[in-house]
């Protein structure tokens, strides 16, 4: 089983605390999800599905699965936290999408929504670029982040107040490979 002790021993590398969100809880949230994204847009309009490298890489690549009609995907890198656990406050956009957002459906999919900064930073941003509607869709969402600049609409779970790893999101960029989410 992916989420066994075993698992966790072979993979890990330190000791993590406890599975927070199992292989087969994601998949359950992550195909509600998709379901629900494919019924909010007219199917003749235009969708953008942007991905947030690197954090949501796993999280965009099951979730575009989900959502049957017909949809473009595109990313954007931006980094804050370097190598540490806690947000460095400053984030740098690495990369921008090649696709143009004007006058298109945006869906914007991060992995974890923590302090809010990257997406204080990255909404005005993407919005400046006059897309038909931008959205949020986040796998996580802490709900610690003080005057974030729009509310999620598509959340897969409200997430504990610990630091996560797996299915995307890393510690020193170890662990992404995790099938499962866990606190370290
Ligand atoms: C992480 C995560 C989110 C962001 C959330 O990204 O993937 O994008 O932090 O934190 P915030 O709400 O406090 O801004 P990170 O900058 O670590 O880069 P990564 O996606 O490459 O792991």
Same mark, same amino acid.
């Given at each position: 089983?992916?989420?066994?002790?075993?698992?966790?021993?072979?993979?890990?590398?330190?000791?993590?605390?406890?599975?927070?969100?199992?292989? &087969?809880?994601?998949?359950?949230?992550?195909?509600?999800?998709?379901?629900? #994204? *494919? &019924?909010?847009?007219?199917?003749?309009?235009?969708?953008?599905?942007?991905?947030?490298?690197?954090?949501?890489? #796993?999280? /965009? *690549?099951?979730?575009?699965?989900? #959502?049957? !009609?017909?949809?473009?995907?595109?990313? /954007?890198?931006?980094?804050?936290?370097?190598?540490?656990?806690?947000?460095?406050?400053?984030? !740098?956009? /690495?990369?921008?999408?090649?696709?143009?957002?004007?006058?298109?459906?945006? %869906?914007?999919?991060?992995? %974890? #929504?923590?302090?809010? @900064?990257?997406?204080?930073?990255?909404?005005?941003?993407?919005?400046?670029?006059?897309?038909?509607?931008?959205?949020?869709? @986040?796998?996580?969402?802490?709900?610690?982040?003080?005057?974030? *600049?729009?509310?999620? !609409?598509?959340?897969?779970?409200? *997430?504990?107040?610990?630091?996560? %790893?797996?299915?995307?999101?890393?510690?020193? &960029?170890?662990?992404?490979? /995790?099938?499962?989410?866990?606190?370290?």
């Amino acid at each position: 089983m992916p989420s066994s002790p075993d698992t966790l021993a072979r993979m890990g590398g330190r000791e993590l605390k406890r599975i927070v969100y199992s292989q &087969e809880e994601i998949a359950r949230r992550v195909s509600e999800m998709g379901r629900e #994204i *494919a &019924e909010a847009y007219p199917k003749d309009e235009g969708l953008l599905v942007l991905g947030l490298l690197k954090g949501s890489f #796993i999280f /965009l *690549a099951d979730l575009v699965r989900e #959502i049957t !009609r017909p949809l473009h995907v595109d990313f /954007l890198v931006a980094s804050s936290y370097g190598s540490g656990m806690v947000s460095s406050g400053n984030v !740098r956009l /690495l990369y921008d999408p090649e696709a143009s957002l004007e006058d298109r459906h945006v %869906i914007l999919v991060e992995d %974890i #929504i923590d302090s809010g @900064t990257t997406l204080n930073r990255l909404v005005p941003l993407l919005e400046g670029r006059r897309p038909r509607s931008l959205e949020l869709c @986040t796998l996580l969402h802490k709900h610690i982040a003080r005057g974030l *600049a729009r509310e999620p !609409r598509w959340v897969g779970f409200d *997430a504990p107040e610990e630091f996560l %790893i797996g299915y995307g999101l890393d510690f020193s &960029e170890d662990y992404r490979n /995790l099938p499962f989410i866990a606190s370290l």
